[in-house]
């Protein structure tokens, strides 16, 4: 099974939901914004994917900086606290699958997690190609 916590307003979501979908697989997809967190659920992800809340803190287009979630000295408790009432504060999308769990930004990155690629040629929304016409990997 593969789970994605997903935004659908953001770009990147969406292409890696688009790259899973294209490989065949039908991914659960949570729409966090209107779900929510839990503190264990997070905390759950951030270790499985070996990252602090800190690390995935989303910067830009959240009210991370009003909060002052970006100053020195703030713990990753108080940042953790903040996602829980803000959940846009949780950087996207992030993914579940059994070959482990990952931020998937930017979105090819999602390739490492799945059985099977999207067969070639594969672009992104915005036309980026991720998997060329062999089906090798686009890099850069």
């Known amino acids: 099974m ?3 916590h997903h935004n659908p307003e953001c770009g990147t979501s969406r292409n890696v939901v688009a790259i899973v979908r294209a490989a065949g697989e039908d991914p659960v997809v949570i729409e966090y914004l209107e779900t929510g967190w839990t503190r264990p659920q997070l905390l759950g992800l951030f270790a499985a994917a070996g990252l602090t809340p800190r690390q995935a803190l989303r910067e830009t287009k959240s009210p991370a900086a009003e ?3 970006l100053e020195p000295g703030v713990s990753d408790t108080q940042i953790l606290d903040a996602m829980l009432e803000h959940p846009v ?7 579940c699958t059994p070959r482990g769990v990952r931020l998937c930004r930017p979105s090819p990155g999602v390739l490492d997690l799945l059985e099977t690629w999207p067969s070639g040629p594969f672009e992104l929304e915005d036309g980026t190609p991720v998997i060329d016409a062999s089906g090798a990997r686009v890099d850069g």
């Open 67 to 69: 909060l002052g979630l």
């Open 89 to 95: 504060l949780v950087n996207r999308p992030i993914v």
């Open 2 to 4: 593969i789970v994605i």
